[in-house]
């Protein structure tokens, strides 16, 4: 089997309503937007991918990597690893179009990629992951509808210029829902998008108070308390607080993670195989944490397309404990998220996502929905 051409679109598909991601603070989304690129074979079999996108910063990437793929096997994915990972030598990052290549071989086998990996789940306990900072009384109806909606955990932004007011969030939610709900809190210190809004940069005394704060509220984690590569003060934090710590989805390749599991950084690493490592790569990346009682539960924040994908590594590997569902209406609802789909992903009756029984990456992506929103870059 050969790769025999490539395609890719930018797309940006309008959201219901503007979308305000406490991880670039004071800049709305007013669209789902991303790099969605089609590989083709010489067997008839085509393979998707996309990569998250802001304007056109990655238009240039398929082209880049075309003469790459072109005439080649795309079953030999150790060996696209090696291109992927020179990419980052000219400031490329194009891990996502690994994806692609597992699309194919899923297809070609007719399995799905999990299978293939090694299948450990059929299917991953959701939780609704909220991406807005919103005061206590608006985020307590926000919980209350998620619980209706059969979520059985959620994840809460924090991200305010004092503890004391991020710590009335978790607290308002945590007596409406009362003790069975599963709550995570994300504060985004990994993200440092200057030049829109102000938002706080935690100490390591800020991080270990809120931790211990949290631990009290029975938090199940708190998602990236410091910045990326603060190795020493992330693995000091973590050996401190009974709560545990998770982070990485802005960190990449085996050897980010390997520092990161290795100095114990985390309780829990959250590679997102779009922007971090690939699938396979997320594979032996869950190796790793596996041999060192770490879970992985990656990151899925991207797009429909990222998330199927990463849900494929979670049924692969035996330390996934949660699937993030990115979940904030009115702006980023599922039908808006998984808009290149021709149908968007659900939770079922018990608050899980199922894998697809489908080959590939078990999803069918609408060429028409694509081509109605997207510009042809290749
Ligand atoms: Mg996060």
Known sequence: MKITDAEAYLCHFPLPEPFYPSWIPGIPSMNNSLLLVRLMTDEG??????????????????????VFLIERDPFKVEDFIKVFRSA??????????EVALWDIIGKATGQPVYRLLGACSDRIKAYASTGELREPARRVEDALAI?????????LRIRYPTMEEDLAVVEAVRDAVGPEMELMVDANQAWPIHGFADYPTWTFKRALQTAMELADLDVYWLEEPLAMYDYDGLSSLTASV???????EMNADIYDFRELINRRCYDIIQPDVTL?????????????????GIQLNPHTWTNGIGFAANLQLMGAINNCTHCEFPYEPPGWVPGARDAMLS????????????????????????????????????
């Open 343 to 378: 149908e968007p992903f659900d939770i079922d009756d018990e608050g899980y996502v199922r894998l697809p029984e489908r080959p590939g990456l078990g999803i069918e992506v609408d060429m028409e929905k694509v081509k109605a929103h997207g510009e042809k870059v290749l």
């Open 147 to 155: 619980k209706e909606l059969g979520f059985k955990a959620m994840k």
């Open 242 to 248: 009974p709560i545990n710590t998770s982070g990485g």
């Open 88 to 97: 980052r030598a000219v400031g490329v990052r194009a891990w996502f179009m």
């Open 276 to 292: 971090s490592c690939g699938i396979l790569n997320g594979k032996k990346i869950a190796g790793m944490a596996e041999a060192a």
């Open 45 to 66: 079999i085509d393979g998707y991918a996309a990569a998250v996108a802001f304007l056109g910063e990655l238009k240039g990437v398929p082209e880049l990597l075309k």
